[in-house]
């Protein structure tokens, strides 16, 4: 099988690196992978920066169309492997956050088990550098991981979390997509990320593979796993920093969402999340928190 591992960076060179490093750090798997970091921004002189900063690492650049929407972006990773026919399955990434060293494995494993198509992560370890009210532990003086340890797994993100999966008209980001194959492609409904929303634009990708799921044959996997991906709330240009605090930015978005459901055929009350296949703490003994410190530490 041969994987294209996108990378979506925009603004920050030297983070597109530590997460093209983090690809390399990879072990146990067995599938070929290339690595692509696409260029998305509105920063003209950010594609020199990026070329300049990875010019040592094993990575093709490829610069895309950007509109200044993160759904845009993401969207253009997904149209660009849907345009080369020699890969068979997509790993994406934002090009800000990490991979821990045993992802891939812990991806094919689950693809082994389940047959995915896509593969949303329910949970996902954080890393922080302000104190929260979440279970954490001090990487630094500066920076807090979130760990997903074993009873608030299923509290924080997985299925005893009911409002992200019974209610699909409410807005909740119910997972991370980070794996595709080129069948979620072959169909009716078929992935795609909203442009002109700046946050939540996930979701709409999550409905539409939902709907694939519930409409043909494809294997929506859902996971709750720390093992795979770290993601990094300490770039302060994120949307995700952006946005917090500032209620008024949601403001309509249940409304939009709402009308996105419609024409995926999907129906508030009746589809939800539960039915996508549940794959349970895979290789869940694999990683503990010694070693996630210690990778972190070594990459930021």
Known sequence: MRVLVGVLTSFDADRARRTIRSIELQRGYTFDIDVVAFCNTLDEGYLKKLVDCVSDLDVTIVETESDGSPGGGKQSVLNW?????????????????????????????ICDNTNADVIGLLSHDMLYDWECDLKRVRVDNRHWLI?????????????????????????RTPDRLVWFTRKMFS???????????????????????????????????????????????????????????????????????????????????????????????????????????AFIRSMI
């Open 147 to 171: 760990s997903w340890f074993g009873e608030q797994l299923d509290h924080a993100f997985g299925r005893d979390y009911t409002d992200r999966f019974k209610n699909i008209g409410t807005v």
């Open 187 to 293: 169909g009716l409904f078929r992935p795609w990320f909203t442009r002109g929303i700046q946050i939540y634009e996930d979701y709409v990708a999550s409905l539409s593979c939902l709907a694939a799921h519930l409409h043909s044959d494809i294997n929506y996997v859902q996971v709750s796993t720390s093992n795979i991906y770290i993601h990094d709330m300490t770039k302060r240009r994120s949307v995700c920093n952006i946005f917090i605090g500032d209620g008024n930015k949601y403001t309509d978005l249940d409304d939009a969402f709402t009308k996105i459901i419609f024409p995926l055929n999907l129906v508030i009350g009746t589809n939800s999340f539960d039915s996508c296949i549940y794959y349970e703490n895979p290789n869940e003994d694999d990683l503990q928190i010694d070693d996630r410190i």
């Open 81 to 109: 492997f849907v345009g080369r026919g020699e890969f068979d399955a997509l790993i994406f990434i934002d090009g800000d956050d990490l991979f821990y060293p045993c992802a891939f494995s812990v991806i094919e494993d």
